[in-house]
């Protein structure tokens, strides 16, 4: 195949569909290890728990009915055995919806890579090829438009027609009392699957492309400026406004809310007992934060809140590789570094794959650890039901969808500097995702202090 300024290979096409079967590969057996093997000895504990739970609430309640126990005093032993065993049986489920939602998190991650490298793959491999005389006459104009975002525009349609019942199947994968039919996935697929379309007929264009032909803008203010970088700024500016929504809806909500920090602190007009409590995401990601008489049962310690913690590192770090990545490409007099680092950079080319490997694995880490902490805050009462956890999950859902379609483009800048390459002529394409990346570091940087800590 040819496009802007190069020959791309149906071969090469292939190699994508290899790149499909490897990431499925570990998917699999990540989900093997991870979400049945350690799950499984998870669950065996879990059920362990339960029973010396039951045992002891049985003995407790004994010792009330036959008037040996004092059923109001919390300082009885028997009171306290009862309550040591709900903790241990707590943070025994927690740890194995760790393992059990970590495993099913990556097969579901894994899977969706490879449909979207595999299947864009294949289908550009099975284009026919065009007429070389064709080819050349057109690669000396500028970029075309492109029918890709229309396309992608009604995949999205589609997805969100079946949205509803996709959430209850996610539900399910976060809380195992929640039952789904596979058929409830089966509108928001067909959605993603329009949308694979779209991104493989977006390679397609974009992967010959060597640096030639940039469109440039005409128009104040953005004369001079390539029109995908104007293109891109205007769009995160449109994103800035939907985040600021969520924030701002948070803070003139949360300002009114009888929080469980507040109450402690001996509360305000309207926040002097419990039953004013309105329990955040903060509550219940501190240690012991949500427990509250009548209204929680929060157990949650540091290994609550470290998912949110080396969420916020891996974003900052992501940040600063795909730095290195951009930084490695328009180096046109890089040098191999000595030791261990030059066997893995051996090549400028193998250098810029493999620093957009390490941001792909570290927002996929971002991914899988929200989903784990999710599971939690819903195994501990924390529902979207609530206005509180309405705006929770719907701003880091937001935020998350955000990572996650940007890994989606990554993968594919994995593909092309694995395999056209990217040099000081054609690293624009690099430097504009950087763009939107780092938008979304941000954006976590803001939401990490304001929903978890505040």
């Not at 003995?59 to 005093?73: L, M």
């Not at 493989?200 to 390539?226: R, V």
């Not at 999950?393 to 998350?400: K, V």
Request: aromatic share 14%.
């Amino acid at each position: 195949m040819s496009g802007h300024g190069n020959h791309v290979a149906n071969s090469t096409w292939m190699r994508a569909v290899m790149m499909a079967g490897m990431i499925l590969t570990v998917g699999i057996v990540g989900f093997a290890v991870l979400g049945v093997f350690v799950a499984e000895n998870k669950h065996h504990t879990w059920e362990d728990e339960h029973h010396h739970y039951e045992d002891a609430k049985d003995e407790w309640s004994a010792g009330v009915a036959d008037g040996t126990v004092n059923g109001s005093d919390h300082s009885e032993p028997l009171y306290i055995a009862k309550e040591e065993a709900h903790n241990a049986e707590v943070a025994a489920h927690l740890s194995y919806l760790t393992y059990r939602v970590a495993g099913v998190t990556m097969l579901f991650i894994a899977g969706a890579y490879a449909t979207f490298i595999g299947l864009g793959g294949f289908l550009n491999a099975s284009k026919p090829k065009a007429d070389d005389h064709h080819d050349d006459h057109h690669d000396e104009h500028e970029h075309h438009g492109s029918a890709s975002p229309i396309i992608f525009a009604f995949g999205i349609m589609v997805f969100l027609w079946g949205l509803p019942d996709f959430i209850v199947a996610c539900k399910a994968l976060l809380d195992d009392t929640v039952t789904a039919e596979l058929g409830m996935l089966g509108i928001s697929v067909s959605g993603m699957l329009i949308m694979v379309v779209a991104v493989s007929n977006w390679w397609f264009e974009d992967l010959p492309f060597i640096g030639h032909g940039e469109q440039i803008a005409t128009s104040y203010p953005f004369e001079g400026d390539h029109i995908r970088k104007v293109g891109l700024w205007v769009f995160i500016m449109s994103e800035i406004m939907v985040f600021a929504t969520f924030f701002s809806s948070y803070l003139r909500m949360r300002t009114e809310w009888c929080t469980k920090w507040a109450l402690d602190d001996g509360g305000f007009a309207g926040c002097r007992t419990t039953s004013d409590l309105e329990l955040t995401a903060s509550d219940y990601l501190r240690p012991g934060g949500g427990k509250v008489d009548g209204l929680g049962e929060s157990v949650g310690d540091f290994w609550t809140l470290l998912p949110g913690g080396i969420n916020t590192f891996a974003l900052i770090i992501s940040s600063y590789t795909i730095v290195l990545a951009l930084k490695t490409a328009k180096n046109a007099k890089w040098e191999s570094p000595k030791g261990f680092m030059g066997k893995l950079m051996p090549t400028r080319k193998a250098a810029v794959r493999n620093y957009l490997i390490a941001t792909l694995i570290l927002g996929s880490l971002f991914i899988v650890l929200k989903l784990v902490e999710w599971s939690h805050l819903v195994a501990e009462g924390f529902t979207i039901g609530t206005v509180q956890g309405s705006i929770f999950y719907i701003a880091t859902g937001a935020h998350g969808l955000h990572v996650f379609l940007g890994l989606v483009i990554m993968l594919y800048l994995v593909f092309k500097a694995d395999t056209v390459g990217f040099d000081e002529d054609n690293a624009q394409g690099i430097e504009y995702f950087g763009l939107y990346w780092h938008f979304v570091d941000l954006a976590w940087v803001v939401i990490f202090p304001a929903f978890y800590l505040y």
